[in-house]
């Protein structure tokens, strides 16, 4: 059986036993959730995590040192990050947009008497982000998982590795050789995976219930459907248009993955599955897949943006505020913004939700009412920030392509 079938067969499972378990048996979900569903979860996440920060540090020193020439690695560079911070300013547009239409904060009541809400700590400035990019210990920011401050690093690695070039060979045939025995340790940590989707996605169903979602269904239809028309409009215009890839047979052959970042909700766990479909099933060069889709993993979340703009105007409907010009326009520039530190981990999104809503003084307790029903849509979103890495992937690499045909038609004239 392959994979793919195996992971939809344990999220078909996981879901259908933590519904029934939540209804029915709820003391024996508890048990179940501790003995069972949460450790094992926590074991196949632990195995994929495990592996992040040395795959991003390789693949993102080879890949700069395999483009050789800096002006490439600007290049590439330039183009990757415009096309992350476009994308996500199109989508918090878009979902802000459907927000206004479907207005999910002013139907229902919601008990917004003692909305007190601590589970969230102050976000770091735009500033801060920006100066904490530099690590002052590579080796700690590794061991904290720093993924910034990690992938600077690898890229200044990159950069002297591709400067010194005969002088530093033996290095990069230790990085490749390292990145190798990488790529078979997650070969090896897929057999794990539809256990894991089980695990987490059964803990997950049986946690939130039926009732809490019954409650806040407008919320999250708005947000799954903006979710779904940034994936098949604004994704599958830009593959087909400037990747010049068929979306269809991009999402079959990417699916896996897809699944796996649903199961997780984390798109750094994600990446070495999603850089191994990209380079084996979608046919992206080693040295684009290598630099694009590690940095997109920390700087592009275009389904924390539509997250974000979704829950901004829900939670200013719900308290019966109106938003100005001026304060929607803030949203935006805030979430994009804000995107380039949510860390790719599950729940990083409601930390960068609060300096959203402190930007535009709506209170920061309203996250408590959102907060309960976050987790499903939280592996809807990454699911979408994952297939935009790859997306922008394939993009870079076929423009890289086209520049390479057009240098050699130039030295052949």
């Known amino acids: 059986m392959k994979l793919t079938r195996k992971i939809i067969i344990a999220l078909i499972l996981g879901a259908s036993i933590g519904v029934i378990l939540n209804l029915f048996l709820p003391e024996t979900f508890e048990l179940l959730d501790t003995l069972l ?7 196949f996440l632990n195995l994929i995590q495990m592996l992040v920060v040395p795959i991003v540090f390789c693949s993102i020193a080879l890949g700069v040192a395999s483009l050789g020439d800096v002006k490439k690695v600007g290049r590439i560079g330039g183009r990757t990050v415009s096309f992350f911070l476009i994308t996500t300013a199109v989508a918090i547009i878009l979902a802000m947009a459907l927000a206004l239409f479907i207005r999910p904060g002013a139907v229902g009541n919601f008990n917004l008497s003692n909305q007190a809400f601590d589970g969230v700590t102050e976000a770091p400035s735009f500033v801060d982000t920006m100066v904490g990019i530099i690590p002052t210990n590579p080796i700690s920011a590794m061991a904290e998982g720093n993924m910034l401050q990690v992938i600077f690093f690898a890229f200044f690695f990159g950069v002297a590795l591709a400067a010194l070039k005969e002088q530093s060979k033996r290095t990069t045939r230790l990085l490749e050789e390292i990145n190798n025995i990488l790529m078979y340790l997650i ?14 996605l059964a803990s997950a169903i049986g946690q ?14 708005t947000v799954t459907l903006a979710l779904f028309l940034h994936l098949i409009i604004v994704y599958s215009f830009a593959l087909k248009v400037l990747g010049k890839y068929s979306p269809i047979l991009f999402f079959k052959k990417f699916f896996p993955a897809m699944l796996v970042a649903f199961s997780t909700s984390s798109s750094n766990a994600t990446l070495p599955i999603a850089m191994k479909t990209a380079q084996e099933n979608l046919g992206v060069s080693k040295s684009v897949s290598s630099f694009v889709q590690p940095l997109g993993a920390t700087i592009n979340m275009d389904g924390t943006a539509i997250m974000q703009g979704v829950a901004t105007i829900f939670i200013a409907q719900a308290y019966g505020i109106d938003l100005t010009i001026n304060q929607l326009l803030m949203v935006v520039l805030t979430a994009v913004l804000a995107s380039v ?16 809503l402190q930007q535009v003084g709506l209170p920061v307790s309203g996250i408590a009412l959102i907060i309960g029903i976050d987790r499903p849509l939280n592996m809807l979103r990454t699911a979408i920030n994952v297939c935009g890495d790859t997306i922008c992937a394939i993009i870079i690499d076929e423009s890289e392509k086209k520049i390479g045909m057009d240098v050699l038609q130039e030295k052949a004239s």
């Open 37 to 43: 569903f949460v450790p094992v979860g926590s074991i």
């Open 187 to 200: 070969t090896l940590t897929m057999h794990v995976a539809p256990f894991g989707t089980f695990a987490l």
């Open 208 to 221: 939130q219930g039926l009732a809490a979602m019954q409650a806040m269904a407008l919320y999250m239809l």
């Open 341 to 356: 530190g949510t860390a790719g981990v599950p729940g990083a999104g409601i930390v960068m939700l609060s300096m959203v």
